[in-house]
């Protein structure tokens, strides 16, 4: 029997590299790890889907796929994948660009979270869902409407859907992983000035050393899936708690 099912999105880089390769050491774990490029593993406990996210009619002909059926002890659903969207100011942003953010920011982890309960909820198994939020969820920087509006849709849905599962025994979080240093952050420093007034912050980030590893967060993020009894709250930072 496998222990563990894992479903990923975002897995070909930045943070969910490592959240990958934290259940890839793991015993009896299957994998299905969902971005639009793929890392060419060859495991046979990984499955690797490449999909955009931010296209709803591929996503919806592709979801009976990403939740396959099985005997399993816990299964784990994080919603990874996200881009900072277009960094500009209401008044200079791009119609295509806003749907986009939306679509894989918010609508997709509602949709993705929406067929789990359906595949899952009757399962007697663990069943733990992670959506990974930002502090941007709670506080709004100019320059980021697409972000911070996303990933604060992305913790109140966390927030209604964890109280709505509670009775199937289905945990929900949304998570903020503190600043990671990813692809994600070289994006954001490219940013102009004159769009994103905090861009010096940005930048002194990095030259000061203050941004975390991507491995750091995800053994974080093992730990609480590994612990949920010790995390009540949906609403949950990695800068509040520590391993152990
Ligand atoms: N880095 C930070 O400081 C920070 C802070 C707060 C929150 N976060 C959140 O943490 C999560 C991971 O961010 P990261 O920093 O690791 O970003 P990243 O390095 O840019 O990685 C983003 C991941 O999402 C995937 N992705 C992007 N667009 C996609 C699409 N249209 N369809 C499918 N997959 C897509 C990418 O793969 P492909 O390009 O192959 O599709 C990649 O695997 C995001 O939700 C982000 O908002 C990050």
Redesign the pocket.
């Known amino acids: 029997m496998t222990k563990t099912l894992l479903i990923l ?9 490592a959240i990958l390769e934290e259940f890839l050491n793991l015993e009896n774990v299957k994998i299905l790890a ?5 890392l060419g593993l060859d495991r046979e406990d990984l499955q690797e889907i490449s ?5 709803l009619d591929t996503l919806e002909s592709k979801l009976p796929e990403l939740f396959p059926q099985g005997d399993f002890e816990n299964i784990i659903l994080i ?6 969207g277009e960094i500009k100011p209401v008044g200079k942003l791009e119609p295509k660009t806003i749907q ?1 953010a939306i679509q ?2 918010l609508v ?1 982890p509602m949709i993705l979270t929406d067929t789990f309960v359906k595949a899952y909820g009757d399962s007697v198994a663990t069943k733990i869902i992670v959506n ?5 969820a709670h506080k709004p920087l100019p320059g980021w409407a697409e ?1 911070c509006t996303s ?1 604060a849709g992305l913790a109140m849905f966390s927030k209604v859907a964890a109280e709505e599962l509670k009775l199937k025994g289905i945990k929900v979080y949304s998570l ?10 070289a ?1 954001i420093r490219e940013a102009r000035a004159e769009d994103f007034p905090a861009l010096e912050r940005f930048l002194n980030y990095k030259t000061e050393a203050q ?1 975390s590893t ?1 491995e750091e967060v995800a053994g974080k993020i093992l730990y609480l899936v590994s612990n949920p009894e010790k995390f009540e709250e949906v609403i949950q930072d990695v800068r509040n708690f520590s391993v152990g």
Do not use: C, E, F
């Open positions: 999105t975002g897995h070909s880089k930045g943070l969910g590299k969902i971005s639009r490029s793929t999909l955009d996210l931010s296209d919603n990874n994948a996200g881009w900072i986009q894989l920011n997709s990974i939020s930002s502090g941007a972000y990933k903020a992983p503190g600043i990671v240093d990813t692809a994600m952050q994006d941004l991507p």
